[in-house]
């Protein structure tokens, strides 16, 4: 019996993401690819493969425990896997590491936003954008918290925001299409 296309995969993709992920000295350089890597899955389903990939970067050699862009990474990547209460641990043990980490504040809102406590959403995207108003993020910062204000049902409020998103994610675009 043959291996379903499917699960050949991702298996293929496990595979190429441990190596790619090994492959790579610096903890942060690993994670952040693991981050963009998670952001890519995060219309499909494929729970298993983000779960997978994430799994990767926490066996690494160096130990993540107490590294903040590790917890940050892995509970976003848990989040984007619909792991609701364990991506709210790792988010928040982030915090606890590095309070006045902006892009974990942020990533701590959409964990937040995603298990639907929208209020909680809110006050840490508001604290993300007091932190950070000038970041390079911006396009995440602003589309996180618009998406919280709709899901908290204010939505006159969220429209700004996501505009201001629409807008930064268009000049990063410019950036990529010459």
């Given at each position: 019996m043959t291996e379903h296309p499917a699960r050949?995969?991702?298996?293929?993709?496990?595979?190429?993401?441990?190596?790619?992920?090994?492959?790579?000295?610096?903890?942060?350089?690993?994670?952040?690819?693991?981050?963009?890597?998670?952001?890519?899955?995060?219309g499909d389903k494929s729970t298993e493969l983000v779960m997978s990939a994430a799994s990767t970067a926490r066996c690494s050699p160096i130990s993540p425990c107490n590294e903040p862009w590790a917890r940050m990474t892995f509970g976003f990547s848990l989040s984007t896997a619909s792991q609701h209460e364990r991506a709210l641990a790792e988010s928040q043990a982030c915090l606890m590491l590095n309070p006045s980490f902006a892009l974990a504040r942020m990533i701590h809102g959409w964990v937040l936003l995603r298990a639907g406590r929208f209020d909680e959403a809110l006050s840490e995207t508001s604290t993300a954008l007091r932190m950070s108003p000038t970041d390079s993020f911006a396009g995440l910062y602003t589309a996180t918290h618009g998406l919280a204000l709709l899901g908290a049902r204010r939505f006159a409020e969220a429209l700004p925001f996501l505009r201001a998103s629409v807008a930064a994610f268009a000049e990063y675009s410019r950036h990529y299409t010459r």
């Amino acid at each position: 019996m043959t291996e379903h296309p499917a699960r050949q995969s991702l298996d293929l993709a496990h595979a190429s993401s441990a190596a790619a992920l090994g492959g790579v000295g610096d903890l942060r350089v690993r994670l952040s690819l693991l981050g963009g890597f998670s952001v890519s899955l995060s219309g499909d389903k494929s729970t298993e493969l983000v779960m997978s990939a994430a799994s990767t970067a926490r066996c690494s050699p160096i130990s993540p425990c107490n590294e903040p862009w590790a917890r940050m990474t892995f509970g976003f990547s848990l989040s984007t896997a619909s792991q609701h209460e364990r991506a709210l641990a790792e988010s928040q043990a982030c915090l606890m590491l590095n309070p006045s980490f902006a892009l974990a504040r942020m990533i701590h809102g959409w964990v937040l936003l995603r298990a639907g406590r929208f209020d909680e959403a809110l006050s840490e995207t508001s604290t993300a954008l007091r932190m950070s108003p000038t970041d390079s993020f911006a396009g995440l910062y602003t589309a996180t918290h618009g998406l919280a204000l709709l899901g908290a049902r204010r939505f006159a409020e969220a429209l700004p925001f996501l505009r201001a998103s629409v807008a930064a994610f268009a000049e990063y675009s410019r950036h990529y299409t010459r």
